[in-house]
């Protein structure tokens, strides 16, 4: 059975920081690409960013340089930093796997909520 459990969200205020951990289970983790989503309320799900199989990471104009994505291998467990959080970045963020070469192996955690005050 694939979970992927996300952890470590909650509010802080603006100008703060948070750690965001996805630990994945049921899946060859080195094998997927992992992604992190996050979803306003009354917004579509945007993409936030993505780290490859290989470690390249690609990320949304409106966190770069702010967010950072990394992964374990070992741990099997994929990491979004957040810096110089903003309201706007106030949101349920959702962990993603993507199997590089099976397409429906597509899998998603349940959410964290991340709440920025000004």
């Known amino acids: 059975q694939v979970q992927l459990v996300e952890s470590g969200g909650g509010s802080v205020q603006a100008g703060g920081s948070l750690r965001l951990s996805c630990a994945a289970s049921g899946i060859i983790f080195s094998s997927n690409n992992m992604a992190w989503h996050r979803q306003a309320p009354g917004k579509q799900r945007e993409l936030v960013g993505i780290i490859t199989a290989g470690g390249t990471t690609n990320y949304v104009g409106s966190v770069k340089g702010r967010f950072t994505i990394s992964r374990d291998n070992a741990k099997m467990t994929v990491y979004l930093q957040m810096n110089n959080l903003k309201p706007e970045d106030t949101a349920v963020y959702y962990c993603?796997?993507?199997?590089?070469?099976?397409?429906?192996?597509?899998?998603w955690g349940q959410g964290t909520q991340v709440t920025v005050s000004s």
């Open positions: 993603n796997a993507q199997h590089i070469l099976i397409p429906s192996r597509n899998y």
